[in-house]
């Protein structure tokens, strides 16, 4: 699964998703993205889910690009354990998704071809998107 290499923390703190992403709101690399409507965390499985299933529907045309990397350890107590004794294990690695960030990148696919891929991904994602084109960073309906 997707974690980083090296971190400077074991564990953090949990953090809010209130508010707009900071960086990475408008196209870099493709013609067409995925943009998030509504703050989440995604778990790293759910990314792999989604690469996974932008492969299969790509086949050999184009390319894509992953703007999302879990980054942060979300811990977790065993069950039936009692209060204290320290923050829980590392269970997941999650990256924090924030309002109008864009998720995923289509390079050199038609506009038919980009809302069939990327309307099939957004299933296997944990909120709501709107599919964005390059040209004035325009919603594409």
Same mark, same amino acid.
């Given at each position: 699964?997707?974690? @980083?290499?090296?971190? #400077?923390?074991?564990?953090?703190?949990? =953090?809010?998703? +209130? /508010?707009?992403?900071?960086?990475?709101?408008?196209?870099?690399?493709?013609?067409?993205?995925?943009?998030?409507?509504?703050?989440?965390?995604?778990?790293?499985?759910?990314?792999?889910?989604?690469?996974?299933?932008?492969?299969?529907?790509?086949?050999?045309?184009?390319?894509?690009?992953?703007?999302?990397?879990?980054?942060? @350890?979300?811990?977790? #107590?065993?069950?039936?354990?009692?209060? =204290?004794?320290? +923050? /829980?294990?590392?269970?997941?690695?999650?990256?924090?998704?924030?309002?109008?960030?864009?998720?995923?990148?289509?390079?050199?696919?038609?506009?038919?071809?980009?809302?069939?891929?990327?309307?099939?991904?957004?299933?296997?994602?944990?909120?709501?998107?709107?599919?964005?084109?390059?040209?004035?960073?325009?919603?594409?309906?």
């Amino acid at each position: 699964m997707l974690m @980083p290499k090296k971190i #400077k923390f074991r564990k953090v703190q949990r =953090g809010r998703r +209130k /508010g707009l992403s900071k960086g990475a709101r408008d196209l870099a690399f493709g013609d067409f993205g995925l943009q998030a409507v509504e703050a989440v965390w995604m778990t790293a499985q759910q990314i792999e889910a989604m690469r996974v299933s932008i492969s299969k529907k790509m086949k050999k045309t184009g390319s894509y690009v992953i703007r999302v990397f879990p980054d942060k @350890p979300v811990t977790k #107590k065993p069950a039936e354990t009692r209060m =204290g004794k320290g +923050k /829980g294990n590392v269970e997941a690695w999650v990256a924090v998704v924030k309002r109008e960030r864009i998720i995923c990148e289509l390079i050199g696919v038609d506009e038919a071809s980009a809302k069939e891929i990327l309307k099939a991904v957004t299933y296997k994602l944990p909120m709501k998107t709107r599919l964005i084109r390059k040209a004035n960073q325009e919603v594409v309906q």
